[in-house]
């Protein structure tokens, strides 16, 4: 029985990997859950699962969820919050493996607190990877820690990794759905409205990836990730829209093999295989090849998408550059949410921001967050003008 700490529990990885634990439960039990402003589906949790912490965003919700759980006779849960509370779920001593799905740069402490802890992790947090992926990975190494990629791209990446050695890796492609506005006209892309944009053809997820899927941006945050958790340089991760999302990535090998991986398009299963890992277990998660027909490629395009642009320009700048990427998404993301800023506005900021960064590497967690903060500032500046 693998115990779980799971961050972004009401998130949709968060629900998607309580799912898997309810269809497994002779494997997998999840024993403290980190949360953000859900309160309602928080105390939900904490009646099915009866976990041993459960933190939630801020003091008051804090209160108010003891006060829930007592007047209903439900007692023994710790209560904590905010970040302190998404470390001490982290960093539990009886959890055995911690699934990081918080969504943003509030996910990193934990991320990184369970690293140091010495945690098995699975990776649904691609933004941590991207701010300070050089500092995780160092972690792990230096705790021997497993870190199971869940993003599907990723995911999919370690399973065909296992097909041939790291120094046989010729490239690695990344297929990217091209969202919502794949065959969309540049001339229309200034009217697109938040409800079109979090129409995302293949999958359903939360809103800041829904977005970032619509401006490519999230295919971009996917290279950083990927240069970082497979140790490659950014020329040798390559994207190929790939529209039904039935291969989820590739691996090229030297000696002219590509290694595929198809499956459903259900993030439970990438969250399957990292919780499994090494192993492989049963799962209803069946992909009908009998019926697949066809499968379709085309080139991503730099002048519509310019987020994948600004993603390698980033990823060969600087770490710096990287964090400021994110952090400009992040702020130009919510604004567009919020109607205060048109969707061409997205790239526009992130470009603004990362052309007035310099470059540089923070030596640790503290300093990436600086860095992330002043980005943001610069962000929301730049937005309001
Ligand atoms: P989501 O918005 O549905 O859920 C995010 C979770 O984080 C929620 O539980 C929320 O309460 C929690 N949260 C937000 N701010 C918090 C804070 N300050 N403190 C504590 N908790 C906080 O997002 P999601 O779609 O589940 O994505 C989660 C992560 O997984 C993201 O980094 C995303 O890029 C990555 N990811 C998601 C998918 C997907 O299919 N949804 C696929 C690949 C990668
Ligand atoms: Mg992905």
Request: net charge negative.
């Amino acid at each position: 029985m693998k115990k779980i700490a799971l961050l972004g529990s009401t998130g949709s990885i968060g629900q998607s990997t309580l799912s898997i634990c309810e269809s497994h439960p002779d494997r997998f039990h999840p024993i403290a859950l980190a949360a953000g402003s859900n309160l309602e589906v928080a105390f939900a949790q904490c009646q099915r699962w009866r976990p041993q912490v459960v933190s939630i965003a801020t003091e008051a919700l804090a209160d108010e969820l003891s006060a829930r759980l007592k007047a209903t006779g439900i007692n023994g849960i710790e209560v904590v919050y905010g970040t302190a509370g998404t470390v001490r779920v982290a960093t539990l001593p009886e959890a055995d493996f911690v699934v990081s799905a918080i969504v943003g740069v509030a996910g990193l402490e934990a991320t990184y607190a369970a690293v140091l802890a010495g945690k098995t992790v699975g990776l649904a947090n691609k933004e941590c990877l991207v701010a300070a992926g050089d500092l995780i990975l160092a972690a792990a190494r230096e705790h021997s820690v497993d870190l199971l990629p869940i993003d599907s791209e990723h995911n999919a990446i370690h399973q065909c990794l296992r097909g041939g050695s790291a120094s046989e890796v010729k490239q690695i492609w990344l297929t990217a759905s091209g969202g919502p506005f794949r065959n969309t006209p540049l001339a229309d892309f200034e009217h697109i409205t938040p409800a079109q944009a979090l129409k995302h053809p293949t999958w359903v997820m939360g809103q800041r990836i829904t977005i970032d899927s619509a401006t490519m941006l999230n295919k971009g945050l996917e290279i950083i990730e990927a240069c970082r958790l497979f140790n490659l340089p950014p020329a040798q991760v390559r994207v190929t829209v790939h529209p039904q999302s039935t291969i989820h990535s590739l691996v090229e090998y030297v000696d002219g093999s590509i290694l595929a991986q198809i499956s459903v398009t259900d993030m439970r299963l990438p969250i399957l295989y990292a919780l499994a890992w090494p192993e492989r277990v049963p799962s209803d998660l069946t992909f009908d090849m009998a019926a697949l027909s066809h499968l379709d490629f085309q080139q991503p395009d730099f002048e519509r998408f310019p987020c994948l642009r600004l993603a390698y320009e980033a990823a060969a700048a600087s770490q710096n550059h990287c964090i400021a990427l994110n952090a400009a998404d992040e702020i130009a993301v919510e604004a567009f949410l919020a109607g205060k800023l048109p969707f061409l506005g997205i790239p526009r900021t992130i470009e603004q921001v990362l052309a007035l960064t310099t470059s540089g590497s923070p030596a640790s967690i503290p300093e990436v967050l600086a860095a992330d903060r002043a980005a943001r500032e610069l962000a929301r500046e730049l937005v309001a003008r």
